[in-house]
């Protein structure tokens, strides 16, 4: 329903495009979880009021937010996909990319965790014990950057079938709601999971490994591919949530509700 509501507001934004032309509005294309952290509940509102911007804001997948900076259907985006970013930019479709911020995934599960995974060292063989176990994963299967993640922490050659291994086509919200009604185990970027954590009975069951580093980056959609691309307001997002006041922001965001950050700073 989320993603369903995201695309009607961009439907209907493109839509009156021309009566806005005239206004400060851009189109932030990001991934779910700077959405459903609340991170961007705090961000937009300060951008707007320095700015005079009006944003409109959706949240899909890394994957599908790219996508639309490749259509030129997002004026910046807001993403946590390295590789798939990487592309982006070398394809010419996205110019300045720029370090914002990282936090981590966690592998989550039951807590009476049927496949053992708890006292294994490293997300891979908690995969592996996972895989050769058959017990429910619940996987995003849309092509986000936590979706990508996700694959590249199977251990070579496991075959993920579908008798347990479901993939929601949701947001990491949603996939942790699938997940803890089925009593399954799932991947999850850590802000969303601590948002949703008095919500869904999962419990993290293997974290701290290098492999789940999660870096988030700000890039403007190329105005030279796509001449309606507003160039100007993209630029000025850029450098707000990369500027010293906003990293600080980012950095207090989520001490006074969950006792700790849910994401640092990465800007220089």
């Given at each position: 329903m989320k993603r369903f509501l995201a695309w009607l507001l961009l439907v209907l934004f493109l839509f009156s495009a021309p009566l806005l032309a005239a206004s400060k509005s851009i189109i932030l294309a990001t991934t779910t979880?700077?959405?459903?952290?609340?991170?961007l509940d705090v961000l937009i509102p300060i951008f707007e009021k320095q700015t005079g911007y009006k944003v409109l804001t959706i949240g899909v997948g890394s994957g599908m937010a790219m996508?639309?900076?490749?259509?030129?259907e997002a004026d910046v985006l807001?993403?946590?996909?390295p590789k798939a970013e990487e592309a982006?930019?070398?394809?010419?479709?996205?110019?300045?990319?720029?370090?914002?911020?990282?936090?981590?995934?966690?592998?989550l599960g039951p807590l009476d965790d049927p496949a053992g995974v708890k006292s294994l060292n490293g997300a891979k063989a908690a995969f592996g014990k996972i895989a050769s176990g058959g017990v429910f994963f619940i996987s995003?299967?849309?092509?986000?950057?936590?979706?990508?993640?996700?694959?590249?922490v199977w251990?070579?050659?496991?075959?993920?079938?579908?008798?347990?291994?479901?993939?929601?086509?949701?947001?990491?919200?949603?996939?942790?709601?699938?997940?803890?009604?089925?009593k399954a185990y799932t991947l999850s970027d850590r802000a969303t999971y601590l948002s949703f954590k008095d919500k869904v009975k999962l419990v993290i069951l293997s974290e701290g490994d290098t492999a789940l580093l999660n870096p988030y980056h700000?890039?403007?959609?190329?105005?030279?591919?796509?001449?309606?691309?507003?160039?100007e307001g993209a630029r000025a997002f850029s450098d707000f949530i990369v500027s010293p006041a906003i990293q600080k922001v980012i950095a207090e965001f989520g001490k006074e509700q969950f006792g700790g950050s849910l994401f640092f700073p990465d800007a220089k």
């Open positions: 979880s700077t959405v459903d952290s609340g991170l996508a639309m900076g490749k259509r030129g807001l993403v946590h996909s982006l930019v070398a394809g010419g479709f996205g110019i300045n990319r720029r370090a914002v911020m990282h936090n981590d995934f966690v592998l995003r299967g849309d092509k986000s950057g936590t979706h990508a993640k996700e694959l590249s251990p070579a050659k496991t075959v993920l079938s579908n008798l347990w291994y479901l993939e929601s086509g949701q947001g990491m919200g949603a996939t942790l709601m699938i997940a803890s009604q089925k700000v890039i403007e959609v190329n105005p030279a591919k796509f001449t309606k691309v507003n160039a």
